[in-house]
């Protein structure tokens, strides 16, 4: 039974399963995309053209299909000038995508040696350089004949477009940027006159610092392709250029540049000295970047000044003195340049006279009190004010060169009358550099001379108040309240066909070679300026000769009880303000104001 049951056989039943080895499911057929018709090309928009690009990312396969005739269409378009801005760019994005997922090298190899055909043709034979009347009509009427690099036009948009379609699409390595024919695109598009094309140009400039340090190389590599970098393409030469550029977009871009730049010449670690040798312009362009209006600029400029120099920023500038003076005068007296290289060259100027090493900077103080003359006579209220306050520190450094010409032609008459100044920053900037200049006047025999003129300016300027022309229907006894305010405000009288600005102020540059109504800021001074400027002299005057400020506190007073013009509430604030360190100054307590009958309103 045992045995039987040990050789029992499985039941078998009558019908029997087989199981089939599972098959892999069948792809389906590539077929190859269907490529836009020409009358799809022929009527290119920016919405179709980024369509395409997001085709392009999501199937190869399309890249390969539209890959020659999208660059046909951009190499066209340069012929073409009637094709927007917009559909160019967007086509440049589309052969930039076509560049980077084409799976054919040989299509990419020709979109490149296309691209940099069509640059390097624009970049060599520009052709006739529009005028400002074929962008702006509205400017025929007058005769404007400013630099088209300071115009914002798309006068050079397919260059544009070939460039940065060339940025994005250009290869991983550096010695693609290295070429000759790549190399002279590149020193010739960020020396290019138009400002959008030099934009490009630094990014190109960046690009090849990135590839170079896409390979992680080592101290020694990274040296040897900074040095090829300086070689082939002038790089410390062209981010010195566009450090000092007149476009802010310009320079964060060489500023960008600049940064990738320097990362090729990291410090060692534990050092706190300099250990590259740089060009003598591109540290004074970087100095004087480190003061650009333009906070982006500004923030990038002085990151790359501390990779630059590490701790021997005072040594450095000492020892390459002249140049960085005479990057400054450049800045200043430029005919094309703007008014925040003005400033930044301003600002600088008084930082190079506190900081640096005096025997450096004292054979340049000539120089560089000029150069502060000009900036206090600037048209743009931001110069004047960066002016101001370098003369506070230039004082009490050079107050020999700064105060030459005493009195009568020295900076003390440009002082004085900007007291009267448009800003109110202005205004208290420019007394305290009087301040310094009394606390630092060289001639003591000269002194009592400036002390007369001071305080007599003071109490003339406290006087100009009363100039103020009193409103319709009211009085010196009056109080502009704020019923008469909104009359005031509401004047279609007082308030139409009013210029807010003269066209010279807001643009870039010097007079233009065209008559307006208001010559910069060259616009009457309305006399509270002047009885204001003086408050903040009077301030000053109180910690150098108290006696004479007490004996101006009855037309302090006087100037705080006019209330009849619609502005009394900004000086009555401002003599307040500064009513404590007035008294303060002569030794006396406020309580000496409340005896007196001071600073007391009548109404």
Known sequence: MAQQQGQQQPLRSSFTVTEEEPQPPQAAPVRAPQAPDEAEWDALTPERLAAWAARVHSEPQFADAIGSRAVVALVASDADGSMEWKTRSALGELVSAVSRRTRVPSLRADIQRDLRGLALRKLESPGPRPTREQYYPQYQRKACTRDLALLPTEGWGSLEVALWALRNCGSDDLPSFLEEQMARIVTLAATHCSRFVRQVGFSLVQAACERALAARPDAAAAAAARQQLEERLGATGLLAGGASDAWPQVRYAAALAGRAFLDLAPAPAGCNRCTAAWPADYLAALFVSRHDAAEGVRVVAQINWRRAVNMSGRRLLAANAERVVALLERCVRDPEGTHELRQAACAATGELALSVDRTATAPFAQRLAALLAAGAADAHWAVRLAACNAMHDFAGTFPAALLEGGTETGIVPVLIDMLGDAVSGV??????????CCRNWPAPDALPRLRTLLVTTAGDYLRRVQQEPIPEGLSRDSVFSDSDKLVHDNDPQVHTAQVTFGCCQMDAGEPHDHEHEHEGHEHEH???????????????????????AAALLPLLDAAAKCQWFPHHQHLSGNIHRQLPRILEGIGKTPAFCKELNLLHPQH
């Open 427 to 436: 205004r208290e900037a420019a007394a305290a550099a009087l301040g310094a």
């Open 526 to 548: 309305k006399p509270w300026w002047y009885t204001d400027g003086a408050v903040y002299l009077l301030r000053e005057l109180a910690q150098r000769w108290p006696e004479d």
